[in-house]
């Protein structure tokens, strides 16, 4: 199975913030990389996909880059409601595999 | 808008099976495939596997030799049935649907765009 790995497992942030998280394959999977969102008590919300398309209905401050094994989600401006857990998951092979997730808190 | 709910029992005791149900509302099920994946609590998400509607199926091979997953196109559902459980298979349970498509540019779209609002399963006597 492929394995991803992000970094940090936690961080702490301020409003309006530039926030990164880096999720990295320990194989290549080209773009099929998806990047998700989730809230306590919530089911993940899609937010990313092929790498570096926004899902429909996703605010423009969230964006994704990279392929092969190395990829980033960036929140350009952080706000409140961006606070939660990220998850990143490849789609290139069988199983389908997630990050770990990163948790993004107040500061 | 296709909405997914699951259903079943939320306590089961160790050494029996998890059995549950994802009602698909809004479309049919006779298109896409579908998916389970399970959160134990604090913990991150395991794919479990999934079903296309003809009944042929994907398994991840951690769990292969406990899972089942089966469609009824009639009743527009899919189930999960999990056993011999024990404490470590206590989780919240979500079905998914993968959105399986290529986009206007050309972008393969699989992951998960469909979600359940998940069930707790807790495996205790």
């Known amino acids: 199975a492929i394995r991803m790995t992000q970094s940090p497992s936690s961080f702490s942030a301020s409003t309006g913030d530039r926030v990164t998280i880096t999720c990295r394959a320990s194989?290549?999977?080209?773009?099929?990389l998806a990047w998700y969102q989730q809230k306590p008590g919530k089911a993940p919300k899609l937010l990313i996909y092929a790498a570096s398309t926004l899902q429909s209905g996703v605010p423009s401050r969230f964006s994704g880059s990279g392929s092969g094994t190395d990829f980033t989600l960036t929140i350009s401006c952080l706000q409140s409601e961006d606070f939660a857990t990220y998850y990143c998951q490849q789609y290139h092979n069988y199983p389908r595999t997630f990050g770990q997730g990163t948790k993004v808190e107040i500061k | 808008q296709v909405q997914l709910q699951e259903s079943g029992p939320g306590l089961v005791k160790p050494s029996e099976t998890l059995s549950l149900t994802c009602s698909v509302s809004g479309g049919s099920i006779s298109s896409y495939y579908w998916s389970w994946i399970r959160q134990p609590p604090e913990k991150g998400l395991e794919w479990i596997g999934y079903?296309?509607?003809?009944?042929?199926?994907n398994y991840n091979p951690s769990l292969k030799s406990r899972v089942t997953i089966s469609v009824d196109t009639s009743k527009n559902q899919f189930s999960l049935k999990l056993s011999s459980v024990t404490a470590a298979d206590t989780a919240v349970y979500y079905c998914?649907?993968?959105?399986?498509?290529?986009?206007?540019?050309?972008?393969?779209?699989?992951?998960?765009?469909?979600w359940g609002q998940g069930t707790m399963v807790t495996v205790s006597s």
């Open positions: 079903i296309f509607y003809s009944g042929s199926t």
């Open positions: 998914a649907r993968p959105a399986y498509y290529y986009d206007s540019s050309g972008y393969f779209n699989d992951a998960f765009d469909i």
């Open positions: 194989q290549g999977i080209s773009s099929y």
